[in-house]
C-alpha cells in the first residue's frame, strides 16, 4: 500500500510498522493491516510536475521560496504483512487492500511486540522486491522488533534461528543479515578463518 | 506405556535403517556435549518403543558454506542462531529390542522383541526412564535379578543382571589394568554367592577376593572388605601360602600342598614358556612319563648322570637335552618348594576331596596365592587344582546321569589373568580350553578376568556368553572382545568411550540388550547395607535416622 504522510518529509522509518484502519462498508467492521514501510519518496503533489532544484540550498529554499514546499507531499510504500484482530497477530493478508483515505498510523511499541512475538512475520520480509535489498529490509524489520522487545534478551537469537530456518540453503544471505543486526562491520563470517 | 514424564526429547528420527542404524536429528534444546556414546535411549513409535544405544554422533550443516565461512569466535549471536538450525548434529542410534505399547508395565522377557522393523519419521526420541530400565532388564526386588550397577547418565537408577541367565554360559570381565575388572568381578560374584544357585571357585593370584582386597582409592590404606567378610558362612580361603596369611593375621580354613605326582606333562606344556622349553623338550617328557609312569616327574628328578645317560640309550632323549631339561625341572621344583612336595602329609592329602565337597555343599572356595603370584606358580596350581576338580565333577555328572540324579552343584572357576591360560597354542591342552569348549557339560563354566583377551584363542572366546568390558586401548583387544558379536561397529565407539574406571559395557548371553553400566561402588555404606553388613557404628546411625523419621 502507498500512503501519504501528514507533514513534508517526516515519514515513518524504513521497516518500521505502520496500521491502516478502515471501515468494511459491507459488514461494517473494523478492519486493520500491518505493513512495513519500504519505500519512501516526496514528490509533486500535481501529476506531471516534477519539483526542481533552483540552485538553492535546503535551508535558503525554505526561507526564500516557502511557496514550493505547498506543492510537494512524502509518500511511503508499505509492504502487507498481516492483521492484527482483537488482540491477535495474524499472518494471512486480508482479502482486499485499504481502501483509498484509510488512514495508516505508525504501529505502537506494544503493537509492534504483539505482531512481531512470533517470528512469522519475517517470510514476508524476506521475498524479493524490486530495487530493494531484501536483507536490508529484514533486518530493518528485525531492528524495530527488538526494539519493542527490549526486555527480552533472548529475542534477537530467537529470531535468528527462524531466519536461519528459512534461510538453511543460503548462508551468504543469512550471514549478511546477521551482520547488519550486528551492526559492526569487523564481525564478518569468516574474518578469522 | 511407560511415563516419559516430563521429559523432553532429545531429537526426533529423520531417517535410518534397520542394518544402519537410526538417525536423530539432535534437539536444538540439547547439548551435543551431553550425548555420551552408549547412552541408553527409547523411541516412541506408534506401536512400540523401541530400545536404542548412542553409538555416534556427527556435525552437519545445511548449507556447505556455513562450513567453509564459519562464524568468528566472538559472533556469538551468529553461534547462537546456528546452533541446531544451520548447523546441527545428528546422533546414530543402534536399535537393540522393542516392546509393544501394549504390554504390561511389569518385566516380562517375553515382551521384549528383536528388532524386526523401525518407527516411521520424526518419532521423538527420550533418555531411557527408570521404567524402561526395570523393562528391559529387571527389577532389583526380583529374587532372580542382581543389582550391579547402574546405567550412564542414570546414577539413581539400578541396573540388573539376571543370574539365571548368568551362569548359564561362562563369561568374561575385561578391560585394561586399573579399569575396575576386579572390583566389578568381586561385586558379581557378591551376587553369584547371594543368589545360591553356583558355587564357585577363585584363583586369587594377588590376594583380593578373600579376606580384603586393594583399593587405589585413597584415605582407605586398610582396603576393601573380601568375600569372606561379606559371607563368612558361605565363603572359605584356601591358601597356598600359610606364612603369608599369618602375616595379614588371617587364618585359611584350609592349606593347600600339591603333590608332585599330580604334575602331568600337560602343566608342563602350559609352563614351557615359563621354563623356556622348546618343542623338543615336551617330547621328552611325554617320553619320560611313558616310560616311568605316574611318579615321572620325581622320578626323573631323583635320576643320577648315570640313570640319565641309561635313558637316553633307550631313546627317551639326548643325553645333554636330558640334563638340561633335569636342571630346568629342577629348578622349577625349587620354585614351588613352598607347596609342591614329593610326600604330602596326610591331613592335607584329602584336598581335592575338601574342595569337592564345599563346592558342592554350595560353598564358594578362594584359593589365595599369597606370594606365590608369579605365573609359574599360579598356572601350575589353577591348572592341576582346575582338572582334579573338573574330574570330580566329570565323575559326578555321569553317576548322577545314570541315576537319573540332578549332579553336582554348578561351579564357576573364576581365573585371572585368563590369557595365559588361554592363548591359542594352549587352549586345546589346558583343561581351561576343555572347560570353555564343553558348555557346562559337566555343571562347570569359566568366568575369566583378563586385560588382554587377543591373547584368548578366537574359538574360546566365542563360547564366553556374557561380557562385561571396560576401557581397552589395544584395538586387538577391542576386535577380540566384539568378536562375533552383531553390528560390532557401534558398539566400538562405544567402548572407546568409557570412562577408565568402573564403567564397563556389558553385552552377551544374559543381557537382554548390550549397555554401559557404571558399576556400584563396590563396599561403600550403601553396598554393605545391601549385604546386611554395617560397622556398629553404622547401624546406629541408620536406626537413628529411621527412627527419628518415623516419629519425626
Ligand atoms: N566398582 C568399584 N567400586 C569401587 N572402586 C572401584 C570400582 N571399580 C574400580 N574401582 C577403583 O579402581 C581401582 C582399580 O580397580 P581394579 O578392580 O583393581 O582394576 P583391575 O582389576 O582392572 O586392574 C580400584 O582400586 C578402586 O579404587
Ligand atoms: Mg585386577
Redesign the pocket.
Known amino acids: 500500500m502507498t500512503a501519504q504522510c501528514r507533514l513534508l518529509n517526516q515519514p515513518p522509518a524504513f521497516g518500521s510498522f505502520v496500521r491502516a484502519e478502515w471501515n468494511d462498508g459491507e459488514s461494517g467492521r473494523r478492519k486493520s493491516l500491518i505493513a512495513i514501510v519500504y519505500w519512501v519518496t516526496t514528490t509533486a503533489a500535481e501529476a506531471g510536475r516534477r519539483p526542481a532544484p533552483y540552485g538553492l540550498t535546503l535551508e535558503e529554499l525554505k526561507r526564500e521560496q516557502p511557496q514550493i514546499f505547498e506543492l510537494l507531499v512524502t509518500e511511503f510504500t508499505a509492504l502487507h504483512l498481516g492483521t492484527i484482530i482483537e488482540n491477535a497477530p495474524g499472518y494471512a493478508l486480508p482479502p482486499q487492500p485499504p481502501p483509498v483515505h484509510a488512514f495508516v498510523y505508525s504501529c505502537t511499541s506494544e503493537e509492534v511486540r504483539l505482531f512481531t512475538e512470533s517470528p512469522r512475520f519475517l517470510r514476508t520480509t524476506l521475498q524479493s522486491i524490486p530495487n530493494l535489498s531484501s536483507e536490508q529490509l529484514t533486518a530493518a524489520a528485525i531492528r524495530h522488533a527488538n526494539a519493542a522487545h527490549a526486555k527480552e534478551s533472548e529475542y534477537l537469537v530467537k529470531v535468528g534461528r527462524e531466519l536461519a530456518r528459512q534461510l538453511h540453503d543460503d548462508a551468504p544471505r543469512l550471514q549478511a543479515i546477521l551482520e547488519l543486526l550486528t551492526g559492526s562491520d569487523s564481525t564478518h563470517f569468516g574474518s578469522e578463518f | 506405556m511407560a511415563g516419559t514424564g516430563e521429559m523432553r526429547p532429545i531429537g526426533v528420527i529423520i531417517g535410518g535403517s534397520l542394518s544402519e542404524g537410526l538417525q536423530m536429528k539432535v534437539s536444538d534444546q540439547v547439548s551435543v556435549e551431553d550425548l555420551r556414546a552408549g547412552r541408553f535411549m527409547v523411541v516412541e513409535g506408534e506401536k512400540y518403543r523401541f530400545f536404542c544405544l548412542l553409538t555416534d554422533v556427527v556435525l552437519e550443516t545445511s548449507d556447505r558454506r556455513f562450513m567453509l565461512f564459519p562464524p568468528a569466535t566472538g559472533d556469538t549471536l551468529a553461534r547462537q542462531v546456528l546452533q541446531g538450525t544451520g548447523a546441527y548434529a545428528i546422533a546414530t542410534l543402534r536399535p537393540t529390542l522393542m516392546r509393544s505399547n501394549g504390554a504390561p508395565a511389569e518385566f516380562d522377557a517375553g515382551s521384549l522383541l528383536p528388532v524386526k522393523t523401525i518407527m516411521p519419521h520424526f518419532c521423538a526420541v527420550y533418555p531411557a526412564n527408570p521404567d524402561d530400565v526395570a523393562q528391559v532388564f529387571g527389577k532389583k526386588d526380583d529374587q532372580r535379578f542382581y543389582h550391579i550397577?547402574s546405567p550412564l547418565e542414570m546414577e539413581e537408577t539400578p541396573l540388573c543382571l539376571n543370574m539365571e541367565r548368568f551362569i548359564e554360559r561362562s563369561s568374561g570381565v575385561f578391560?585394561?589394568?586399573?579399569?575396575?575388572?576386579?572390583?566389578?568381578?568381586r561385586?558379581i560374584l557378591c551376587g553369584l554367592i547371594q543368589s545360591q544357585q553356583i558355587s564357585s571357585l577363585i584363583f586369587d593370584m594377588h590376594n583380593?577376593y578373600g579376606f580384603r582386597?586393594?583399593?587405589?582409592?585413597r584415605n582407605r590404606s586398610g582396603g576393601?572388605r573380601g568375600l569372606k567378610q561379606f559371607f563368612p558362612d558361605r565363603v572359605k580361603v584356601y591358601s597356598l601360602d600359610p606364612e603369608s596369611s599369618k602375616n595379614r593375621r588371617v587364618t585359611p580354613d584350609a592349606i593347600v600342598r600339591i603333590p608332585i605326582k599330580d604334575v602331568t606333562v600337560e602343566d608342563i606344556m602350559l609352563l614351557a614358556g615359563e621354563l623356556n622349553l622348546g618343542g623338543t623338550a615336551l617330547e621328552t617328557c611325554i617320553q619320560l612319563e611313558n616310560r616311568l609312569g605316574e611318579n615321572w616327574l620325581a622320578d626323573f628328578l631323583e635320576k643320577e648322570s648315570d640313570d640319565i645317560v641309561d635313558l637316553s640309550r633307550q631313546n627317551v632323549g639326548h643325553q645333554g637335552a636330558l640334563n638340561a631339561l633335569q636342571r630346568k625341572l629342577r629348578s622349577f621344583e625349587h620354585r614351588c618348594s613352598d607347596f609342591l612336595k614329593r610326600e604330602v602329609a596326610k591331613q592335607e592329602s584329602g584336598i581335592i576331596e575338601e574342595l569337592f565337597s564345599d563346592l558342592n555343599h554350595g560353598k564358594h572356595v578362594v584359593l589365595e596365592f599369597g606370594r606365590h603370584r608369579d605365573p609359574l606358580q599360579y598356572m601350575l596350581v589353577a591348572n592341576i587344582l582346575t582338572r582334579k576338580i573338573h574330574e570330580r565333577y566329570r565323575e559326578e555328572t555321569e553317576k548322577a546321569m545314570e541315576g537319573d540324579q540332578p549332579g553336582p552343584r554348578p561351579l564357576v572357576i573364576v581365573i585371572?589373568e585368563a590369557h595365559k591360560f588361554l592363548s591359542p597354542e594352549l587352549s586345546d591342552q589346558t583343561i581351561f580350553g576343555t572347560i570353555a569348549r564343553e558348555m557346562r557339560k559337566y555343571h562347570v563354566t569359566l568366568m575369566v578376568?583378563d586385560?588382554r583377551p587377543s591373547g584368548i584363542d578366537d574359538e574360546i572366546l566365542s563360547q564366553i556368553g556374557t561380557r562385561a568390558v571396560?576401557l581397552l586401548d589395544d584395538e586387538r583387544d577391542v576386535n577380540a572382545v566384539l568378536q562375533g558379536t552383531p553390528s560390532s561397529s557401534g558398539l566400538r565407539a562405544v567402548l572407546a568411550g568409557l570412562e577408565s574406571?568402573?564403567q564397563a559395557l556389558i553385552f552377551g548371553h544374559a543381557m537382554p540388550m548390550p549397555i554401559v553400566i557404571r558399576?556400584?561402588?563396590?563396599?561403600?555404606e550403601n553396598f554393605r547395607k545391601a549385604f546386611h553388613l554395617e560397622a556398629p557404628e553404622e547401624r546406629k546411625q541408620r536406626l537413628d535416622k529411621e527412627i527419628s523419621s518415623d516419629y519425626g
Open positions: 550397577g578391560g585394561k589394568s586399573g579399569t575396575g575388572k576386579t572390583f566389578l568381578t561385586i583380593e582386597g586393594t583399593t587405589e582409592e576393601v585371572e578376568v586385560q571396560c574406571k568402573q558399576s556400584r561402588t563396590y563396599d561403600d
